[in-house]
């Protein structure tokens, strides 16, 4: 059951990398439409001029003053569009490896149709030697930009520390994921980025089999604030790591969480969303019907919502009543 849970958990959330070729193929167009050009010719913030002169009239004091304060503008100023700019090559890498994904993706459907010769071959073995070469960069770039000293404090480090925890995760580095997204948690907990990096804890632990980890990790996404998508996502971990701990306790959490994806209601056709959203109501069924009250069943789905509730209800109860069914009499053979 767990080997299935982190199968569809995973695929879910952290998609494998066949997958993440076929969503990449859709995000090329959104990159160039953000302005992300290669590193080579990405444009280049210039730092703020320093304030002018306080003059003549002012004294040398005045003129001090407004120089230091001038001075120190401009070094925020060069801190600030420094670490936009390393953010700008980071993320236009990230993309270039995205884009050598969807070309190993096309790849693959040819070779799966038997289509893939002896150039074929040789096009993807350049293909990923590239990517390992990109993806090596990818980590220096965002790595170069979250350890720098001075840029610390800077509005981009939550962005680029969380990805940096996917390119690791791309090169296979579990251990070294994680504790840049313990990084980013503990070191910016109220960024917006926080909540997801919450939930990709939970994935890593739930990967690993510390179930404990994984449902406190969901907690966190969960009490950061985060939006319907990710806290869909979030209760589904949460409800899978419950279930895997068993016990009376988290088997009622596990059949909480999967209600509480109901009543946030239907995501868009077609979505990840949509497919948890199917998920969360059979499984909420299949558990309950094995494991609830029924005598309470009334007041726990009435917790799923106006819509879904009444109908999950009469799914529990139709269960319940084929199962008191008395078996067919065996009739005697003549």
Known sequence: MLERAAWIAGNLIEPRRAAARRVAAMTVLALAAAGCAPPATAARAAPPRAAGGAGAAGGASAAGGAGAAGGASAAGGASAAGAAQRLREAESLAGHYRVIGVQLFVLDEASAAG??????????????????RVLERTVAAYTALVDAPALRRAEQRPRALLGLARALQDRGDA??????????????????????????LANLAFAAGRLDAAARACDGALQRGAGAALRKRALYVKS???????????TLSAMTALREIVRLGPAGEGSPEATIDAAAERELVELYAAHGDLDEAGAFFAGAGDHAGPRLLAEVRARAARRRRPPPLDWPML
């Open 175 to 200: 251990r070294g994921a994680e504790a840049r997204l313990r990084q980013l948690v503990e070191d910016h907990p109220d960024a917006s980025e926080a909540p997801e990096a919450y939930l990709a």
């Open 240 to 250: 899978w790591s419950l279930r895997g701990l068993g016990g009376r306790g988290a």
């Open 115 to 132: 289509a893939q010769d002896e150039r074929g071959a040789a096009r993807r073995a350049a293909l990923e030697a590239e990517a390992a």
